[in-house]
C-alpha cells in the first residue's frame, strides 16, 4: 500500500484503518493520530467513537514501541481523550513495576497534561497512585526525570483542600494625625530615630513605638493591607493561636476607626537616602524592642548567638509552615530575583522561579532585612490569602507548593547569610580579580543543625505533625556544596542589556549607576543604548544567563515542599 493511498485514506477519515494496518508507515500513522487528536476538540463523541475501537492498537504502540514519535503521539492521544478508559491505561503504566522508567515519566507527564486541562478523572488518578509516587519522591535516588515528574504531576493533582481568610479591606480615607496625637497614645515615648523608613520611638516597658511611613512610588493599599493583617492575626491568637510558639504581633493605633493615616509632621530630620512618599501616609503600632533585630546582622555586637540563630530560624519555620497552612501566605519572606534589571521588561518582571533552576540574582543582597526576625514573622503588606487571585505563576493547584519552596529558600539562603555576614567586608573580588574565599566564615555541623531545623519545622507547621522518616536526600552533601557556592564569590557579574537601558530616561540611567559604585566622570564614558554594560553587582548563585550554582539546594527543596503536601493531604488537609 504506497503513500499516496494512505494519505487519501487519511483525507477521508478512514483512521481506524489506516491506524491499525501494519503496512501503514509510521510517519502516516503518526499524522492520522494527530488528525484524530484534532477531531476532538471538534466532536468528541465521534472521536471517542473511533479511538475506542483503537485502543489496542495504542496500547500496542505505547508499550511495544516500534518506533518512538509514534509512541508520543499515541501516548498523547490519550491524555486528550481524558476518559475512564484512557486514564485507566496512563494510570496502569504509572502503577506497573514492569513499565521501563522513561515511559512511566512519559505518563506522568501526559497525566500532569490532562490535570492542568481541568480532568477530575486524571486528579482522581493521582490520589489512587500517591503509594507509588511518595516511594518514588522518598527513594534516595537522585532528582532524575522521573521523580521531578512524579512531583510535578502529583502536586498538579493532590486535592489539597486550604481554608483561606476571605479578606475585606477596609474603604481608603485617611485622617490628618500630628505627631503629638500619636504620641498622646502611648507612655513616655522618647529617642525618636529613623529605622529604613519607619519613625521610631522608645518606650519604657520594653517596647518602641514604630510609625511606619510608605515609601516614594508606593501605593497605601500596602498600607491597608497591613493593617488588616496586624488586626486579622491579633484576633486569631485571642482564639489560641500561636499560644505555644512565640510570634509577637503589633498593636495597631486607631484614629477615628481608622489605621491608615497621614502625617502632618516629622518631628525629626529624614535622613537624605530614605524617599518617603510626599503625602506622609503611615501606620502605627506598638511592638517588641526586638522587632528590628534580625537573623543575620552584620554588626557584631548585634548578631545572634549559634543558639539563637537555631531557635529563631526554626521558630520562624514553624510559623511560615503553619500560616501557609491556614491559607495566610507571606509572599516575599526575602526577594527573590533571576534578574532584578528586568523587573519592567519581563512578563514575569525577573522574579525567581525556582523550579526551573535558574541564576539567582544577588543572594547576599537579598538577605538583607529579611521579612522576619526575634519577635516572628513581620512585614504583612506581603500576606495574601489564598482565597484571593494570586500572583501570576501559582494560579494552579500547585501554586501552594511554589510558595512553600519560596519560604524554604528564603531560610536557607538566609542561613548562609548569617555565616557570611560575620564579616560581610569579605565580599566580591580582590585587587588581582579572584572570587574572595569565605568558606572559613561557616561552622559545616551548625548550618546544618539549622537546615535541619528549619525543614523538619517547616513541616510540622503546615502538616500539623513531625516528619519521622529520613531525610531523602543527601543533607552533609548538601550543606557542603551550600558552603562552596555561598562561601566562594565566583558569580560577580551582571549584564545591564541595551533594552533594559532604553528604557531608563537619562536621569534613571546615571541613578541606577551611580547605585552600582560608579562615579560621575565613569558614568560620562557610557552611551546608554550603544552597548551592553558589565556590572559588578554580585555575589549571585550563577552566571548571568546561566542555571544555579547549587542545584542541590533547589532538588532538596523540590522534594521537600512535595512531601509538605503529601503529609498536608495524609492528614486530613
Given at each position: 500500500?504506497?503513500n499516496s493511498y494512505q494519505l487519501?485514506?487519511?483525507?477521508?477519515?478512514?483512521?481506524?484503518?489506516?491506524?491499525?494496518?501494519?503496512?501503514?508507515?509510521?510517519?502516516?500513522?503518526?499524522?492520522?493520530?494527530?488528525?484524530?487528536?484534532?477531531?476532538?476538540?471538534?466532536?468528541?463523541?465521534?472521536?471517542?467513537?473511533?479511538?475506542?475501537?483503537?485502543?489496542?492498537?495504542?496500547?500496542?504502540?505505547?508499550?511495544?514501541?516500534?518506533?518512538?514519535?509514534?509512541?508520543?503521539?499515541?501516548?498523547?492521544?490519550?491524555?486528550?481523550?481524558?476518559?475512564?478508559?484512557?486514564?485507566?491505561?496512563?494510570?496502569?503504566?504509572?502503577?506497573?513495576?514492569?513499565?521501563?522508567?522513561?515511559?512511566?515519566?512519559?505518563?506522568?507527564?501526559?497525566?500532569?497534561?490532562?490535570?492542568?486541562?481541568?480532568?477530575?478523572?486524571?486528579?482522581?488518578?493521582?490520589?489512587?497512585?500517591?503509594?507509588?509516587?511518595?516511594?518514588?519522591?522518598?527513594?534516595?535516588?537522585?532528582?532524575?526525570?522521573?521523580?521531578?515528574?512524579?512531583?510535578?504531576?502529583?502536586?498538579?493533582?493532590?486535592?489539597?483542600?486550604?481554608?483561606?481568610?476571605?479578606?475585606?479591606?477596609?474603604?481608603?480615607?485617611?485622617?490628618?494625625?500630628?505627631?503629638?496625637?500619636?504620641?498622646?497614645?502611648?507612655?513616655?515615648?522618647?529617642?525618636?530615630?529613623?529605622?529604613?523608613?519607619?519613625?521610631?520611638?522608645?518606650?519604657?516597658?520594653?517596647?518602641?513605638?514604630?510609625i511606619k511611613i510608605l515609601k516614594?512610588?508606593?501605593?497605601?493599599?500596602?498600607?491597608?493591607?497591613?493593617?488588616?493583617?496586624?488586626?486579622?492575626?491579633?484576633?486569631?491568637?485571642?482564639?489560641?493561636?500561636?499560644?505555644?510558639?512565640?510570634?509577637?504581633?503589633?498593636?495597631?493605633?486607631?484614629?477615628?476607626?481608622?489605621?491608615?493615616?497621614?502625617?502632618?509632621?516629622?518631628?525629626?530630620?529624614?535622613?537624605?537616602?530614605?524617599?518617603?512618599?510626599?503625602?506622609?501616609?503611615?501606620?502605627?503600632?506598638?511592638?517588641?524592642?526586638?522587632?528590628?533585630?534580625?537573623?543575620?546582622?552584620?554588626?557584631?555586637?548585634?548578631?545572634?548567638?549559634?543558639?539563637?540563630?537555631?531557635?529563631?530560624?526554626?521558630?520562624?519555620?514553624?510559623?511560615?509552615?503553619?500560616?501557609?497552612?491556614?491559607?495566610?501566605?507571606?509572599?516575599?519572606?526575602?526577594?527573590?530575583?533571576?534578574?532584578?534589571?528586568?523587573?519592567?521588561?519581563?512578563?514575569?518582571?525577573?522574579?525567581?522561579?525556582?523550579?526551573?533552576?535558574?541564576?539567582?540574582?544577588?543572594?547576599?543582597?537579598?538577605?538583607?532585612?529579611?521579612?522576619?526576625?526575634?519577635?516572628?514573622?513581620?512585614?504583612?503588606?506581603?500576606?495574601?490569602?489564598?482565597?484571593?487571585?494570586?500572583?501570576?505563576?501559582?494560579?494552579?493547584?500547585?501554586?501552594?507548593?511554589?510558595?512553600?519552596?519560596?519560604?524554604?529558600?528564603?531560610?536557607?539562603?538566609?542561613?548562609?547569610?548569617?555565616?557570611?555576614?560575620?564579616?560581610?567586608?569579605?565580599?566580591?573580588?580582590?585587587?588581582?580579580?579572584?572570587?574572595?574565599?569565605?568558606?572559613?566564615?561557616?561552622?559545616?555541623?551548625?548550618?546544618?543543625?539549622?537546615?535541619?531545623?528549619?525543614?523538619?519545622?517547616?513541616?510540622?507547621?503546615?502538616?500539623?505533625?513531625?516528619?519521622?522518616?529520613?531525610?531523602?536526600?543527601?543533607?552533609?552533601?548538601?550543606?557542603?556544596?551550600?558552603?562552596?557556592?555561598?562561601?566562594?564569590?565566583?558569580?560577580?557579574?551582571?549584564?545591564?542589556?541595551?533594552?533594559?537601558?532604553?528604557?531608563?530616561?537619562?536621569?534613571?540611567?546615571?541613578?541606577?549607576?551611580?547605585?552600582?559604585?560608579?562615579?560621575?566622570?565613569?558614568?560620562?564614558?557610557?552611551?546608554?543604548?550603544?552597548?551592553?554594560?558589565?556590572?559588578?553587582?554580585?555575589?549571585?548563585?550563577?552566571?548571568?544567563?546561566?542555571?544555579?550554582?547549587?542545584?542541590?539546594?533547589?532538588?532538596a527543596i523540590t522534594i521537600w515542599?512535595?512531601?509538605?503536601?503529601?503529609?498536608?493531604?495524609?492528614?486530613?488537609?
Open positions: 500500500m504506497d487519501k485514506k487519511l483525507e477521508g477519515f478512514d483512521l481506524v484503518e489506516v491506524i491499525s494496518n501494519p503496512k501503514t508507515p509510521c510517519h502516516i500513522k503518526q499524522k492520522a493520530i494527530r488528525t484524530l487528536r484534532n477531531i476532538i476538540y471538534k466532536d468528541r463523541q465521534l472521536a471517542w467513537k473511533i479511538i475506542e475501537k483503537l485502543l489496542p492498537v495504542l496500547e500496542t504502540f505505547i508499550i511495544h514501541p516500534r518506533d518512538n514519535d509514534l509512541q508520543r503521539e499515541a501516548l498523547w492521544l490519550l491524555g486528550y481523550v481524558r476518559n475512564h478508559l484512557s486514564i485507566g491505561i496512563i494510570e496502569n503504566l504509572i502503577a506497573s513495576p514492569q513499565t521501563p522508567p522513561l515511559l512511566k515519566e512519559k505518563a506522568l507527564r501526559v497525566l500532569g497534561f490532562s490535570i492542568s486541562r481541568g480532568s477530575k478523572l486524571a486528579a482522581q488518578a493521582v490520589e489512587r497512585l500517591l503509594p507509588i509516587l511518595e516511594s518514588l519522591i522518598v527513594s534516595t535516588q537522585t532528582l532524575d526525570g522521573l521523580k521531578k515528574m512524579g512531583i510535578k504531576t502529583l502536586v498538579k493533582g493532590l486535592p489539597l483542600k486550604v481554608d483561606s481568610p476571605k479578606v475585606e479591606f477596609p474603604k481608603e480615607s485617611y485622617n490628618f494625625v500630628s505627631i503629638d496625637d500619636i504620641l498622646s497614645k502611648v507612655r513616655s515615648p522618647h529617642n525618636p530615630r529613623f529605622i529604613s523608613r519607619s519613625l521610631v520611638y522608645d518606650l519604657n516597658d520594653n517596647n518602641i513605638l514604630v516614594e512610588k508606593q501605593h497605601p493599599s500596602s498600607l491597608l493591607r497591613e493593617g488588616y493583617w496586624i488586626k486579622y492575626l491579633n484576633k486569631l491568637k485571642t482564639e489560641g493561636h500561636f499560644t505555644d510558639v512565640r510570634f509577637d504581633i503589633p498593636q495597631l493605633l486607631e484614629f477615628c476607626g481608622g489605621y491608615v493615616i497621614k502625617l502632618t509632621n516629622i518631628p525629626i530630620r529624614i535622613p537624605k537616602e530614605i524617599k518617603l512618599h510626599p503625602d506622609k501616609y503611615a501606620i502605627c503600632f506598638v511592638i517588641s524592642k526586638e522587632y528590628f533585630c534580625y537573623p543575620n546582622e552584620t554588626q557584631p555586637e548585634r548578631a545572634l548567638s549559634w543558639q539563637e540563630i537555631k531557635e529563631v530560624m526554626a521558630r520562624c519555620a514553624y510559623l511560615l509552615g503553619y500560616l501557609t497552612s491556614l491559607g495566610i501566605i507571606h509572599t516575599e519572606v526575602i526577594p527573590l530575583f533571576h534578574n532584578r534589571i528586568q523587573i519592567g521588561r519581563r512578563f514575569d518582571r525577573g522574579l525567581y522561579r525556582w523550579q526551573f533552576k535558574g541564576r539567582l540574582d544577588r543572594w547576599l543582597v537579598s538577605c538583607d532585612w529579611p521579612n522576619f526576625g526575634k519577635t516572628g514573622i513581620r512585614d504583612f503588606e506581603h500576606i495574601i490569602s489564598w482565597g484571593e487571585k494570586p500572583p501570576v505563576g501559582y494560579q494552579d493547584r500547585s501554586g501552594l507548593y511554589r510558595f512553600i519552596g519560596n519560604h524554604l529558600l528564603s531560610l536557607f539562603l538566609v542561613t548562609g547569610s548569617y555565616f557570611r555576614n560575620r564579616k560581610r567586608e569579605m565580599t566580591g573580588w580582590d585587587h588581582k580579580g579572584n572570587p574572595v574565599d569565605a568558606r572559613n566564615l561557616f561552622n559545616k555541623s551548625l548550618f546544618k543543625e539549622i537546615i535541619q531545623a528549619i525543614l523538619l519545622s517547616y513541616y510540622k507547621g503546615f502538616v500539623g505533625k513531625e516528619y519521622l522518616e529520613k531525610f531523602p536526600f543527601d543533607l552533609d552533601n548538601l550543606i557542603q556544596r551550600a558552603i562552596e557556592e555561598m562561601g566562594v564569590d565566583r558569580h560577580m557579574e551582571e549584564r545591564l542589556r541595551i533594552e533594559d537601558q532604553q528604557r531608563m530616561s537619562d536621569e534613571e540611567f546615571k541613578e541606577f549607576l551611580i547605585t552600582k559604585g560608579y562615579s560621575g566622570e565613569e558614568i560620562k564614558r557610557f552611551v546608554k543604548g550603544k552597548e551592553d554594560i558589565i556590572l559588578l553587582s554580585g555575589p549571585h548563585l550563577g552566571g548571568f544567563n546561566e542555571l544555579i550554582s547549587l542545584p542541590e539546594m533547589i532538588d515542599a512535595a512531601l509538605c503536601i503529601i503529609g498536608k493531604y495524609k492528614n486530613g488537609f
